[in-house]
């Protein structure tokens, strides 16, 4: 009876956790696919290449796209939050005009580059309709992304227009400008009507355009297995084994979704940024070209590589960065990681490795508005 007894109180065993998986990587396509309504051509991407540079965009004709994604910067900024409208300068340079009552913008600038690939999986799979863009997914596919910098006010608008205007206002000062209606009408023979969407198309597809797919990677995951060194090689096993593939992953080494990591809030913010859906989270970055887009996460709050290592490092025991974030919001495959300090030098040898500096840095010599191209991004 006393033996019965004990086995009916005895507790059921645990059930077994089945292990994660390490996720995979792999080299970029040699070709990238747009959206069904949106064939590329040449003519649509030397358009949206003048748009990209022009600043008849923005409310005060003093910012361009290019401004904060400039083809120095891997079309993207080494600003960690970047200044937009009533600014002046180029990158680091770049400041407020003197009297100021415009804000940083409220996140970093992501690169430009393979974007067109953006929301690619590990099978290769992706629909560019529904790219997912921006740290917080707010937006699907590069032609819904391209209206958003328009009319957001630290970024393009400025205070001269309100947001429900600004679009009418764009396409009214392009519309008026001859050399843009004879390239509206190349681009788009078969409706060459000037309006936003058309501009969103032809943005769409310059930016889609911005292509750097053979890195030494790529060159590697390929088949050439000189392009990587031994110690870059050792880096990317160790950077697969501490489990960093499982959200930076696929050919973008992204899984495009959003995670909560808890980094500490940029000051030059006056409020403490949430994130998407108010959860702290953001979108997992693309590793790709690395080099030439630092400072590093959503607000541009860390300035090395090393340093976004040792933040994985210290996941584990410290406390987290940011104190509106608990522990218990930490995402599970962040804390699932294990990046070793005596490993961390070597995974960086293997991120230098998805740099590729060889791709379209052309700018026009003038844009068809007269403004200075780029905007104010001159001394």
Request: with cysteine; charged share 25%.
């Amino acid at each position: 009876m006393l033996l019965f007894a004990c086995q009916d109180r005895a507790k059921p065993p645990a059930a077994k956790r089945e292990p994660l998986g390490l996720g995979s990587i792999d080299a970029l396509p040699a070709n990238y696919r747009s959206p069904a309504d949106n064939p590329s051509s040449v003519e649509k991407i030397e358009l949206g290449r003048l748009l990209f540079y022009d600043p008849v965009l923005s409310g005060g004709r003093d910012v361009s796209c290019a401004t904060c994604h400039h083809p120095d910067f891997g079309y993207a900024e080494n600003l960690d939050l970047s200044i937009g409208v009533n600014g002046k300068g180029l990158g680091e340079h770049r400041k407020f005009n003197f009297k100021n009552d415009i804000p940083f913008t409220k996140r970093n600038s992501q690169s430009l580059l393979n974007i067109a690939f953006n929301g690619i999986g590990p099978d290769g799979h992706y629909t560019p309709e529904d790219a997912p863009m921006f740290w917080d997914l707010r937006a699907k596919g590069l032609e819904d992304q391209a209206t958003f910098p328009v009319k957001a006010l630290e970024e393009m608008r400025g205070h001269g227009f309100a947001e429900e205007n600004i679009a009418d206002e764009v396409v009214k000062r392009v519309a008026a400008i001859a050399e843009y209606k004879r390239l509206f009408e190349k681009a788009f023979p078969e409706n060459d009507s000037i309006n936003l969407l058309n501009i969103s198309k032809a943005l769409g597809a310059f930016q889609r355009s911005l292509i750097a797919n053979n890195s030494r990677f790529d060159q590697y995951m390929r088949g050439d297995r000189s392009a990587l060194s031994d110690q870059e090689v050792e880096g990317m096993n160790l950077f697969l084994k501490a489990g960093c593939a499982r959200c930076h992953s696929g050919p973008m080494l992204s899984d495009f979704k959003p995670h909560v990591l808890g980094v500490a809030d940029n000051e030059k913010l006056p409020f403490s940024d949430s994130g998407y859906q108010s959860t702290y989270a953001f979108r997992t970055p693309s590793l790709r070209n690395l080099q030439l887009t630092r400072p590093y996460m959503h607000n541009g709050k860390i300035a090395t590589l090393k340093d976004v290592l040792f933040l994985y490092e210290d996941l584990h025991g410290k406390p987290l960065q940011n104190q509106h974030v608990a522990r218990t919001q930490l995402d599970p495959l962040a804390q699932e990681m294990k990046v070793e300090f005596k490993d961390i030098n070597a995974i960086v040898e293997f991120l230098n490795t998805l740099n590729d500096g060889n791709y379209d840095k052309k700018m026009p010599a003038s844009v068809p508005s007269g403004l200075p191209v780029g905007g104010l991004i001159q001394f």
